[in-house]
């Protein structure tokens, strides 16, 4: 079992094989990547739906109905309408969202990329995030794709997480650090 079998648990990653090496033979991996990521963040910011396609009282065939909608609706390529129809019908429709991780980890690993994800204070301008992405391509070695979330609570600064790897330069954690160093005082 490989370590990313591990993260997002069997099946998840043997459909993402899947899916990879679809859009591999029919030459639409740009095409796939973009409804990937489009239908990633629309299963993200839908809780309903999530819940609906985790219920065990709805019908396969009206979990079907309810992601192959989704697919139409988001305007994705064919073959990933099919995918994710395919998906539901052999019952693994909540683990949709976890086939597209794997698909994205998958992805990045043959690219020789990593993914790493950013959550600061405020919105980063694209001048930041070029910075950002710079200066993780020059410590890591490698490409980093960046995904990027704000946290309020951060104060100020930001917070990188690649892998098991945790880099934390808030204001948070900064005050948090200060506050006990001055209890041992």
């Given at each position: 079992?490989s370590e990313?079998d591990l993260?997002?648990?069997?099946?998840?990653?043997?459909?993402?094989?899947?899916?990879l090496e679809?859009a591999?033979?029919?030459?639409?991996l740009?095409?796939?990547e973009?409804?990937v990521?489009?239908?990633k963040?629309i299963?993200a910011?839908?809780g309903p739906l999530?819940d609906a396609?985790?219920?065990?009282?709805?019908a396969?065939?009206d979990?079907?109905?309810?992601?192959?909608?989704v697919?139409m609706k988001?305007?994705?390529?064919?073959?990933?309408?099919?995918?994710?129809?395919?998906?539901?019908q052999n019952r693994?429709?909540?683990?949709i969202?976890?086939?597209?991780?794997a698909?994205?980890?998958?992805?990045?690993l043959?690219?020789?990329?990593?993914?790493?994800k950013?959550v600061s204070?405020?919105?980063?301008t694209?001048a930041?995030l070029?910075k950002i992405?710079s200066?993780?391509?020059?410590?890591?070695g490698r490409?980093?794709?960046?995904?990027?979330?704000?946290?309020p609570?951060?104060l100020?600064?930001?917070v990188?997480?690649?892998?098991?790897?945790?880099?934390?330069?808030s204001?948070k954690?900064?005050l948090?650090d200060?506050?006990?160093?001055?209890?041992e005082v």
């Amino acid at each position: 079992m490989s370590e990313l079998d591990l993260i997002t648990g069997e099946a998840p990653g043997r459909y993402a094989q899947a899916l990879l090496e679809l859009a591999e033979d029919t030459k639409s991996l740009k095409s796939i990547e973009k409804d990937v990521s489009k239908l990633k963040k629309i299963f993200a910011g839908s809780g309903p739906l999530r819940d609906a396609l985790a219920n065990p009282v709805f019908a396969t065939e009206d979990k079907v109905a309810v992601v192959r909608n989704v697919a139409m609706k988001a305007k994705v390529s064919k073959l990933m309408t099919q995918f994710v129809g395919t998906a539901a019908q052999n019952r693994r429709a909540e683990e949709i969202p976890a086939m597209f991780t794997a698909f994205e980890k998958m992805l990045a690993l043959k690219r020789g990329s990593e993914t790493a994800k950013v959550v600061s204070a405020k919105k980063l301008t694209a001048a930041e995030l070029t910075k950002i992405k710079s200066e993780l391509k020059k410590s890591l070695g490698r490409t980093v794709d960046v995904e990027t979330s704000v946290d309020p609570a951060l104060l100020g600064g930001f917070v990188v997480k690649i892998g098991s790897q945790l880099y934390d330069s808030s204001l948070k954690t900064k005050l948090e650090d200060l506050k006990l160093a001055l209890k041992e005082v």
